[in-house]
């Protein structure tokens, strides 16, 4: 069990882009001493400027362009290869912009980890911020979860929530949205570290000594 005794916990971060989560979950890791590290960063761009703070901080990078594969399984089974060489205790997506196959998670099943850009079950999918004002929602918000093989689906283990002001656009809403992601990533990855994190019959996420799952940005109000 990752985060008991003397371990530490091992992750693997996928990222496609920017990179501000994965950044987000390095920091936290240190600077709140958790008996935790990121043994690698996994791109499925070359061009992810994720990659460059990677390098830059000693941490191991490997890219995958999904392109140089013939097929979905293909880069799976390569990406798979990739990670398990590092022994990892959790795979956590943070921006990483390709559909796993069944096989893949089902591999992973119970450590891959995600963040996605809305209250699921609301909007799972790509422009949740256009969806979310289209729809007229007074909140929005990011959820951490388990991954299954449907896509934007599993079990919750954290939501953080932002309002939707008047004129707001899809950019303005993702960049409140975004310093909330970066609290909620960070304090999923202390409990995984931490070994607090498990499944009940239910599938329903259960975190030892952790009550409040939900979170506010800013929490001094502000709005
Ligand atoms: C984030 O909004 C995340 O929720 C979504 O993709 C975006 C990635 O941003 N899955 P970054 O690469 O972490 O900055």
Redesign the pocket.
Known sequence: MPGTNSCRCRFVVL??????????IVQTLRERELPAEVCAVVSSSPRAA?LGWAREQGIATEVLPHQDYASRELFDAALAQAIEAYRPDYVL?????RVLTTGFVERFNGRLV????SLLPSFPGLHTHQQALAMGVQWHG?TVHFVTPVLDHGPIIAQGVVPVLAGDTPADL?DR??QV?HRVYGEVVGWLARGQVTLDAMQRVQVRGVANRSFILPSDGGY
């Open positions: 990222v496609s882009g920017r990179g501000s989560n994965m950044r987000a994720a997506l943070a921006g990483f912009m995600n963040i996605h850009p990011c993702a949205l975004l992601e």
